[in-house]
């Protein structure tokens, strides 16, 4: 039997976008963490399509991004590391509910993979597999060296909104979503020319 279907589900206390697509609901279910954070992939269905014919997929608009960003934009909560994790669980288990299975996979890619990660190791007990792509590996190191550039690559171009935002929130580690995406603004930001100096490397 297929299923394909869309809704809000009072995830912790606000209303979250989950779709669940697939062709059979025998076969093993795959729940996509998306990327950014805040660039969902539930919009990008024809994408997965051939996926379908052996998962039944499962895609989450995170606190933040897409649907749920657009149904709780005045009052979004807080965008944590903590809250996420919990509300990916929480996702988790309402996907096993609606779907009478014991565990599920995860796909994680980019922030995903990082979110991914965290809810394995807090819940190992719902998932049968993991899969990360553009899996974040780095470390603290790689996001300071990232906050650094970004610095100096504002400082060098004069654009002091980017040097005001940078310097406040500083370098990482953050506690916070929006701390972290301050620095994913500045850095390497779209639309921005490099310098004089990044042009002649």
Same mark, same amino acid.
């Given at each position: 039997?297929?299923?394909?279907?869309?809704?809000?589900?009072?995830?912790?206390?606000?209303?979250?976008?989950?779709?669940?697509?697939?062709?059979?609901?025998?076969?093993?279910?795959?729940?996509?963490?998306?990327?950014?954070?805040?660039?969902?992939?539930?919009?990008?269905?024809?994408?997965?399509?051939?996926?379908?014919?052996?998962?039944?997929?499962?895609?989450?608009?995170?606190?933040? +991004?897409? !649907?749920?960003?657009?149904?709780?934009?005045?009052?979004? %909560? /807080?965008?944590? #590391? $903590?809250?996420?994790?919990?509300?990916?669980?929480?996702?988790?288990?309402?996907?096993?509910?609606?779907?009478?299975?014991?565990?599920?996979?995860?796909?994680?890619?980019?922030?995903?993979?990082?979110?991914?990660?965290?809810?394995?190791?807090?819940?190992?007990?719902?998932?049968?597999?993991?899969?990360?792509?553009?899996?974040?590996?780095?470390?603290?190191?790689?996001?300071?060296?990232?906050?650094?550039?970004?610095?100096?690559?504002?400082?060098?171009? +004069?654009? !002091?909104?980017?040097?005001?935002?940078?310097?406040?929130? %500083? /370098?990482?580690? #953050? $506690?916070?979503?929006?701390?972290?995406?301050?620095?994913?603004?500045?850095?390497?930001?779209?639309?921005?020319?490099?310098?004089?100096?990044?042009?002649?490397?």
């Amino acid at each position: 039997m297929a299923i394909d279907e869309g809704q809000f589900v009072n995830i912790n206390g606000q209303e979250q976008w989950i779709t669940i697509r697939g062709r059979d609901l025998k076969n093993p279910v795959l729940l996509i963490l998306h990327g950014g954070p805040g660039f969902p992939t539930s919009f990008m269905a024809p994408v997965f399509a051939e996926w379908e014919k052996r998962f039944t997929l499962v895609q989450w608009d995170q606190p933040g +991004g897409g !649907a749920t960003w657009s149904k709780n934009e005045a009052h979004p %909560g /807080p965008l944590t #590391y $903590a809250r996420f994790v919990d509300d990916g669980i929480e996702v988790t288990e309402w996907v096993r509910r609606r779907l009478t299975v014991q565990k599920i996979a995860l796909l994680g890619n980019s922030w995903g993979t990082c979110l991914g990660v965290m809810m394995i190791q807090q819940r190992p007990d719902l998932f049968a597999a993991y899969v990360g792509t553009s899996q974040v590996v780095s470390g603290p190191e790689g996001d300071k060296l990232g906050y650094e550039l970004g610095l100096k690559a504002a400082r060098d171009r +004069g654009d !002091a909104k980017a040097v005001s935002a940078l310097e406040l929130v %500083g /370098p990482p580690p #953050y $506690a916070t979503l929006e701390q972290f995406l301050v620095r994913q603004t500045y850095t390497n930001p779209p639309g921005v020319p490099p310098s004089p100096a990044e042009a002649a490397a």
